[in-house]
Structure formats: C-alpha cells, structure tokens
C-alpha cells in the first residue's frame, strides 16, 4: 500500500517535471533558480536543477520512442 502511494507520487513528480521540460521548450520559460535564493539550503539548487534534468531527460526518450511509433507523425 505504501509502496504504491510511493510510486504514485514519484510517477506525478516527474510528469510535472516533463510538464515544465516541455513549457522551457515550447516557450521558453522556465523556473527561476538564483543562487542567492537559495543561501541557507545551498543543496536545494542542485536538488531542483537534477529534478528538471529528469523532465527533460523524459521528454527527449518519450519523443524517441514516439518518432519510432506508427501512431505518431511529426505535422508542421
């Protein structure tokens, strides 16, 4: 049960993480992290940096897979 919810939360913590990936790509925009924000948690940076890397790490294996599938063609 608890390893469920777990799973659960880590699966919703990267789809937003692929959610702002995708917003950065399309527009752009993307979180502010400035070091001077973050003085007394200096290791929180570097936490919200990696989070954001798996976003996009997400991003670019989902289009991989998605370019190599039937059921997707690129429109533009």
């Known amino acids: ?42 290791g929180l940076k570097k936490w919200i940096d990696n989070y954001l890397w798996v976003g996009e790490w997400t991003m670019d294996q989902s289009v991989a897979v998605f370019s190599a599938s039937t059921y997707f063609e690129r429109k533009r």
């Open 1 to 42: 049960m608890v390893l469920g919810k777990v799973a659960h939360y880590a699966f919703d913590a990267v789809l937003l993480s692929a959610f702002l990936a995708g917003v950065r790509r399309s527009t752009g925009l993307t979180p502010s992290v400035q070091p001077e924000k973050f003085t007394e948690t200096p």
